[in-house]
């Protein structure tokens, strides 16, 4: 693997409207995260990636947008943006943003145009058919809808709201790469891609994923835009394979930096009722995931190391038993940051925020609703139903950030647009700041230690072993370079579990317990690195 500076990276993802609110409107806003930039710098995190704050109806908080070039008033103005890509500049901090060009909102001019009729120049910015055919949207329903005037349906893979964009039409491609150069110019350093997978669609053929001329838009993307800029890009990829993988990110094909893949979460997903009916968590199958693409990363494929996102359950309840979470979130933690590729951290993971128990008209997120409905539809009582969306909805990770034990959680003076989770008052970022043991303070060290010049090298390049893959409990690796080695040793699961002292005779880097080495036993949820 060619070296770049860039595999330095060390990625923090915010999701502004639970941020910090400063506005005092219930929602977070740039100024927010303007005001905890040194918070950021603190923990040692050199990139941030924002969640959309473009001009949205907020149908899909964000991820509909009806005007790219323009901050959406609930998040301030475009004069926010760039102060704030001014201030993480000084810091040593890159801005990344999210793009989300497989649509637009229904509420987008270009949409706006092309309601008009079929002769409207952007009628073909969007696509078009007399007749329908079976395909579902991922939010659930027909991926079709019906337009009365011009008597065609239009295509839209999330929200009827979201219609998507026709990107074999060149203008819009033109037009997209022309936005994206104009954040460039203010100074944007990255973009994350919405289902960057989905460009190259063919709904006619019920082709959706990895089109036929997918990467050739990506390559073409990449030319007119961040490519010549040095960008960090990572692209969205729910279907990505070992094979595509090295299609988006081979650095001789000019395409992306590195993608999200998520076969360790969808394999646990079930054939008709997805994420909302998982198989129970299966650690051996898991690791078997993680280490495969450890093992291939010395290719070409730079690995995405994350547990959480604003689309997943909180990972220090989804794979973590309730009593240890403290425990559990620092092991969690521990183990992909000594992994190679670029970590990503979920806006209060680092604390270990958890899922929420939310009634039914507390959601807000319209998968949510949908599923909820959907799985009375499919014979589930409404008990049950509220407790499958409860375990894996999104709005688990949207909660708002917990900084204080105060009102809100210090995130707002008024009613947040979403439930803040009751624990607030035991996990907050204030309280952890002082306790030298806590979880956020554990993540500094992790961070910490991976920059180190003694380790940085060896974790972003050293070959990769594992270790006792048919363990249950266990998850092991090591990590060599020249004549240096890391021992990752963690014990995944609740209960206490014996191990040969044979691996644990180094001497000890960090662990998540006091007086770390019980020389024959891991505690629930115990990681030693070892040296
Ligand atoms: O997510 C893509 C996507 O397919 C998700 O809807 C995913 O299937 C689901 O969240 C699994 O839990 C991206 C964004 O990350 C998401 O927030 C948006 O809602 C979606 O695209 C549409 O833009």
Partial sequence: MKREEWHKEIIYQIYPKSFLDTSQNGYGDLQGIIKKIDYLKELGITCIWISPVFKSPMKDNGYDISDYRQIDPIFGTNEDMYVLIQKAKELGIKIMLDLVVNHTSDQHHWFKEALKGKDNKYRDYYIWRDKKNT???????DAWEYDKKSKQYYFHLFAKEQPD??????????????????????????????????????????????????????????????????????GESWSAT???????????????????????????????????????????????????????????????????????????????????TEYGAKMLAGITMFMSGTPFIYQGEEIGMTNILLDEDEYQDIEAKMALKMLIKNGYD?????????????DN?????????????????????????????????????????????????????????????????????????ESNEIFMY?????????????????????????????????????????KEQLEPYQIIITK
């Fill in 135 to 141: 395909l579902k949207s991922v939010f659930l329903g």
């Fill in 397 to 469: 990770a949207r909660t708002p950030m917990q900084w204080n034990n105060k009102q809100n959680a210090g995130f707002s003076v008024v009613t947040p647009w979403i439930k803040v989770n009751p624990n607030y008052n035991k996990i907050n970022v204030q309280e952890q700041k002082l306790n030298k043991n806590s979880v956020l303070n554990f993540y500094k060290s992790l961070i910490e230690l991976r920059k180190s010049e003694e380790l940085n090298e060896l974790i972003l390049y050293g070959e990769f072993s594992s270790y006792l893959n």
């Fill in 478 to 518: 090591e990590r060599k370079l020249n004549d240096k080695s890391i021992f990752v040793i963690a014990n995944f699961s609740d209960k206490e579990v014996r191990i040969s002292p044979k691996y644990l005779s180094g001497d000890i880097v960090i662990s998540n317990y006091p007086n770390s080495l019980v």
């Fill in 242 to 324: 070992d094979k595509t993988a090295d299609l988006y990110t081979n650095p001789k094909r000019d395409e992306l930096s590195m993608i999200f893949r998520f076969d360790h979460i969808t394999s646990f997903w079930d054939n008709q009722l997805g994420k909302w009916n998982s198989s129970d968590f299966d650690l051996k199958k898991f690791k078997n995931i993680i280490f495969e693409r450890q093992k291939h990363s010395d290719l070409h494929v730079w690995n995405t190391l994350f547990w959480g996102s604003h689309d997943l359950p909180r990972s220090a309840s989804h794979y973590i038993s309730d009593k240890y």
């Fill in 382 to 394: 409404k008990k049950s139903a509220l407790k499958m969306v409860n375990k894996m909805s999104r």
């Fill in 165 to 234: 964009l026709n990107w074999e039409n060149k203008a819009v491609r033109d037009d997209i790469y022309k936005m994206m150069n104009f954040w460039i110019e203010k100074g944007v350093e990255g973009f994350r891609m919405d289902v960057i997978e989905f460009l190259g669609k063919q709904p006619d053929n019920y082709i959706i994923a990895d089109g036929e001329k997918l990467h050739e838009y990506i390559r073409e993307m990449n030319l007119n835009t961040f490519g010549p800029k040095n960008c960090i890009t990572v």
